[in-house]
């Protein structure tokens, strides 16, 4: 049963700072344009614009881009009650605007400084998926107050999500974030995986989809989505997998498509959908986002999503 507030999402919001042309690496970029990001956020924020109820815990700086940052995400139309602003200043990072794997560096501050009174434990039982990812678990004291709520999420019945965004340029210790990976799969979470996440958290560079899936759902996750850039998509539970190919699309930035395509999965979860059609709707989703450079319009269409479906 569908509860009032259809996610949390928990972790990083911060200033992406993505090159103004295609580039390759930072040395090449000299014109960069401010687009609010961090992947938490983006995921909340397309859930909104797809009329979903949304609250984001995240930490920014007590600053003016802060500040700018808060109000943004507010005007989406997600609950910003629980975004602290504290005395680091705003995370920020460069990122290279890409048609494939963007570069980046980050500059991290007050991302990480999530706390436990952020969390509004009174509500768990009104939230339908508690989230999170790899770079909001890299640092303390993020890492152990996400841990924790995700712990009281789970035995509130919330549906626990991560995306294993794993970047050894965030979390250099890999066996910890692979630890960390496999206790939220224990938990049941849905996984989204990416080729290249999975090739930087296990250094496997060409696993199998069913090694990969099976990987996760003996872990105890109960759903995994294994996304491999305009190649396509593996989606599967313990009863079925499929794969979903990707299809010709004009690229204008690379930047959040995973955050948009798992916007569009869940949206569909929440509505009822089959596991393809969460893949088709997140298909969809991740194409209007990679034919935008930035953000995406502050309403999207649900139908939009489900316009493939049959």
């Known amino acids: 049963m569908r509860r009032p507030i259809d996610i949390l999402s928990a972790g990083?919001?911060?200033?992406?700072?993505?090159?103004?042309?295609?580039?390759?690496?930072?040395?090449e970029a000299t014109l960069f344009k401010r687009i609010p990001g961090g992947s938490p956020a983006n995921l909340c924020m397309n859930m909104a614009r797809l009329g979903n109820q949304a609250i984001l815990?995240?930490?920014?700086?007590?600053?003016?881009?802060?500040?700018?940052?808060?109000?943004?995400?507010?005007?989406?139309?997600?609950?910003?009650?629980?975004?602290?602003?504290?005395?680091?200043?705003?995370?920020?990072?460069?990122?290279?605007?890409?048609?494939?794997?963007?570069?980046?560096?980050?500059?991290?501050?007050a991302d990480?400084?999530?706390?436990?009174r952020q969390f509004p434990y009174s509500r768990f039982e009104e939230i339908s998926i508690f989230h999170t990812t790899c770079f909001a678990l890299s640092k303390n004291p993020a890492q152990r107050?996400?841990?924790?709520?995700?712990?009281k999420a789970r035995r509130a019945k919330?549906?626990?999500?991560?995306?294993?965004?794993?970047?050894?340029?965030?979390w250099p210790e890999r066996l910890e974030a692979q630890r960390l990976v496999a206790e939220l799969s224990r938990l049941g979470a849905l996984v989204k995986v990416s080729d290249v996440d999975?090739?930087?958290?296990?250094?496997?560079?060409?696993?199998?989809?069913?090694?990969?899936?099976?990987?996760?759902?003996?872990?105890?996750?109960?759903?995994?989505c294994f996304t491999l850039g305009a190649n396509g998509c593996w989606v599967a539970n313990d009863k079925e997998r499929h794969?979903?190919?990707?299809?010709?699309?004009?690229?204008?930035?690379?930047?959040?498509?995973?955050?948009?395509?798992?916007?569009?999965?869940?949206?569909?979860?929440l509505d009822g959908k089959s596991l393809l059609d969460c893949a088709i709707a997140g298909r969809r989703m991740a194409e209007i986002k990679i034919s935008h450079f930035g953000p995406l319009p502050d309403k999207v269409e649900r139908a939009a999503i489900y316009a493939d479906l049959i």
């Not at 990083?12 to 040395?27: C, G, K, P, Y």
């Not at 602003?85 to 605007?97: C, F």
């Not at 107050?145 to 712990?151: D, P, S």
């Not at 090739?199 to 109960?222: N, Q």
């Open 145 to 151: 107050v996400i841990l924790e709520a995700a712990e």
């Open 198 to 224: 999975w090739e930087r958290l296990y250094e496997d560079a060409s696993p199998s989809p069913d090694a990969v899936i099976d990987h996760f759902l003996k872990m105890g996750a109960t759903e995994v």
């Open 12 to 27: 990083e919001l911060l200033v992406d700072f993505i090159t103004a042309e295609f580039a390759s690496t930072l040395d």
């Open 243 to 269: 794969f979903l190919p990707g299809r010709a699309v004009e690229v204008k930035d690379t930047t959040g498509a995973g955050d948009a395509f798992w916007s569009g999965y869940l949206t569909a979860r």
């Open 57 to 109: 815990i995240a930490s920014v700086g007590n600053d003016d881009m802060g500040t700018i940052l808060r109000n943004y995400v507010a005007r989406q139309g997600v609950d910003v009650s629980y975004i602290t602003q504290v005395e680091e200043p705003t995370t920020l990072i460069l990122v290279t605007r890409s048609a494939a794997v963007a570069n980046f560096q980050a500059y991290r501050g």
């Open 158 to 170: 919330c549906q626990l999500s991560l995306d294993a965004n794993y970047s050894e340029k965030i």
């Open 112 to 116: 990480a400084m999530l706390a436990i």
